[in-house]
């Protein structure tokens, strides 16, 4: 099983043919990675083509018209497959897969004067909800809603758990940890802007990463330096491609 295979695998799968995994969940329908084909092979054109038809009839009925494709990990995209794909609309990411050894990471904690950090429970639910439904507003209320009524059900019981920042009673960061057995993953990052370049973010990592042998996270072109700084190595790479009329949202 590859870096990519393992990060989705526990994932349910709505449709597996030779070449891809459909991943699809209608109650999170605007949610574009909960809602995307995952290639096992690259595509031909023609493959892509039969593949976007029939991710266009199962998502007939969402209200946003998108679509998401998941490339083969450690597979660049051909020059032929990059321009077909910008013609049609779609703009296309690489994202790159780090991990390391916990105990290698160079995290040092700083004193964050008056903010504290705690895990998320049912006293602060509500006010995480809160917080990220403001947030998802920023992308249609549809998702928004869907996003607040999804995390109000699962938030608490699924494979996760979320850390948070606090002043006072305001959340101001937060950081989701996905386990894997000795394996955490590293996800949906946010510090407010005004906060960051504090330690903030370093002492969210370091609360998810506690009792944990390895860390696992995927990231963009952007965030490269600060986690090779950080002790993490490059394993692996893969291509997204996304078409929407929407704003784009980066939430895993």
Partial sequence: MNYKEWLESKKPIYHESERFKHFKNPATSERYFANYISYKRMPSLSDLEADLAYLAQEQARYISDYAFLFFVENEE???????????????????????????????????????????????????????????????????????????????????????????????????????????????????????????????????????????ILVAEEVNRAMYHHQGYEEVAFYWTSLRSNSRHRTDH
């Fill in 77 to 215: 995209l051909s020059v032929e497959m990059a321009d077909y794909l910008k013609k049609l609309g779609f703009d296309c990411c690489k994202h790159l897969i780090f991990t390391s050894p916990v105990e290698d990471l160079q995290l040092t904690l700083r004193d964050l004067g008056g903010i504290r950090i705690v895990e998320l429970d049912e006293e602060y639910l509500e006010a995480y909800l809160e917080a990220s439904y403001q947030h998802h507003l920023q992308y249609g209320s549809a998702y928004a809603d869907q996003m607040l009524a999804d995390n109000r059900t699962h938030l608490l019981t699924n494979d996760s758990k979320v850390y948070l920042a606090l002043e006072g009673s305001r959340i101001v960061g937060s950081v989701t940890a996905w386990f894997f057995g000795d394996y955490v993953e590293i996800d949906d990052y946010q510090v407010d802007e005004a906060y960051r370049g504090r330690g903030i973010g370093t002492a969210l990592q370091i609360a998810a990463l506690k009792n944990r042998k390895q860390a």
